[in-house]
């Protein structure tokens, strides 16, 4: 499998706010405007495309769901990757 990845935002930063969610839109290059509902509960994760994707889930990182992934990379920094509808060659 191949992904497009997209930069949402610093982990550690997020926390720091102190939100238990947010709703971040977005302008993801390809794709277009989107909206991710960012959450903070029993675990980090994002809500794209109707698909819940925990951060390290289980350990996994990054963590695949349904065509989209959430990777958190070792600056904090957390991507959503859209599985690429290119052909691989």
């Known amino acids: 499998m191949i992904f497009d990845w997209y930069k949402l935002l610093n982990y550690n930063e997020f926390i720091?706010?102190?939100l238990i969610s947010r709703t971040l839109t977005v302008f993801l290059e390809g794709v277009g405007q989107e909206d991710v509902l960012v959450t903070v509960g029993n675990e980090f994760g994002i809500t794209f495309?109707?698909?819940f994707l925990p951060l390290s889930f289980e350990g996994q990182n990054p963590f695949y769901r349904d065509g989209?992934?959430?990777y958190e990379d070792p600056d904090g920094n957390v991507?959503?990757?859209i599985e690429?509808?290119?052909d691989e060659e």
């Open 16 to 18: 720091s706010l102190g």
């Open 49 to 51: 495309r109707d698909a």
């Open 68 to 70: 989209y992934a959430i």
């Open 79 to 81: 991507w959503l990757g």
């Open 84 to 86: 690429s509808t290119e």
